[in-house]
């Protein structure tokens, strides 16, 4: 005789005014997950007030629940939900999905009518003019959905004109160990520089990097020294560093057609120890792992500005 035995996990987390992916991180081997949208069943509201995935579902797609809650008004298979092993070993998205424009401005706006979710990761390669930035990675702030999304760290009102076409792929990963290299999109001329990086960095105070500025980029003053971050800007993705960069060379990036033959790139290097707590001292810190196992919920299935909880089951017969 078999029995059942179920382990559950559960939490909560809060939407924003523009939802965004969330991202839940589960131990190995849990194979189903439902959100409530705590506020909405509270209130008896009619949106989506359940989100049900199972690993057995067809990927990114979860059963939604819909009405007047509690009480179940309707089920739709939607894509939504990702149930995910190993991020570091996923596979880039699909291989082309068109641009139709990125504009030379103060953020980029990359015009698709298949844009990626606020959050994501995308690599931009096959541009029509502003090679600058082929093959580069870039984090999506902001979406205007089945029209355009922000490459928000992509200061490009200098860049002599808009690209014309291009393509792009979801890269639904970030490397596997703490901490990365990131590519610099600007440099502050500032009594302490401020640097600006493509994607999301994860960079501490007190931490000390390598920068690293080719040639064709200007502020050849500040290529190869070692640095220590003086602060931190989460929301535009900076870091202050401890050395004074107003008489230094303006940082700009090359010319569209002097990247057609090759240009290396600006970066950003760790080579010191992180200095926030927990890491703090800690040898290893330069081999932690990040990969993350657990569930990915797009957006298209949250709303705004609502409580959620959550439930994970693992499931086993004995």
């Known amino acids: 005789m078999s029995s059942p035995i179920n382990a559950q996990i559960n939490g909560e987390f809060d939407t924003n005014a523009v939802p965004s992916m969330v991202s839940i ?8 997950i439902k959100i409530y ?9 009619a949106g989506i007030n359940i989100v049900e995935g199972k690993a057995t579902f067809n990927p990114n797609t979860c ?20 149930f995910i092993a190993d991020s570091a070993g996923l596979p880039p998205g699909p291989p ?5 424009s990125i504009t030379a401005a103060n953020p980029a706006v990359a015009a698709t009518i298949t844009p990626a979710a606020v959050g994501q990761i995308v690599r931009v390669y096959s541009t029509t003019g502003m090679l600058q930035i082929g093959g580069w990675d ?3 702030t902001a979406v205007t959905p089945a029209t355009d999304m922000t490459f928000g760290y992509l200061p490009a009102g200098a860049f002599a004109a808009p690209a014309t076409a291009g393509s792009f792929r979801v890269i639904p990963f ?15 001329q500032a009594a302490a520089g401020v640097i600006t990086m493509s994607v999301t960095h994860g960079f501490t105070v007190g931490q000390l990097v390598r920068i690293i500025v080719p040639p064709n980029y200007g502020m050849i003053e500040l290529n190869n020294q070692l640095v220590t971050i003086t602060a931190i800007d989460l929301v535009n993705n900076r870091i202050t560093i401890n050395v004074n960069t107003a008489g230094f060379t303006p940082f700009v990036f090359p010319s569209s057609a ?17 200095a926030t707590a927990p890491y703090q001292n800690l040898l290893d810190d330069a081999t932690r792992n990040t990969s993350f196992t657990g569930v990915v919920i797009d957006p298209a299935v949250l709303i705004a500005s609502k409580h959620y909880s959550w439930v994970a089951y693992r499931g086993t017969t004995i």
């Open 25 to 32: 991180s589960l131990p190995p081997g849990f194979t189903s």
């Open 37 to 45: 949208n705590e506020t909405d069943i509270a209130a008896a509201g």
């Open 63 to 82: 059963i939604t629940y819909t009405g007047a809650a509690p009480v179940v008004q309707a089920i739709n298979a939607v894509a939504g939900l990702t």
């Open 96 to 100: 082309v999905v068109n641009i139709t």
């Open 138 to 140: 870039f984090t999506v």
């Open 174 to 188: 970030d490397a596997r160990y703490y901490p990365v290299n990131r590519r610099i999109t600007a440099i502050s």
């Open 258 to 274: 002097m990247a057609a033959v090759g240009q290396l790139v600006p970066q950003v290097v760790p080579v010191g120890e992180a």
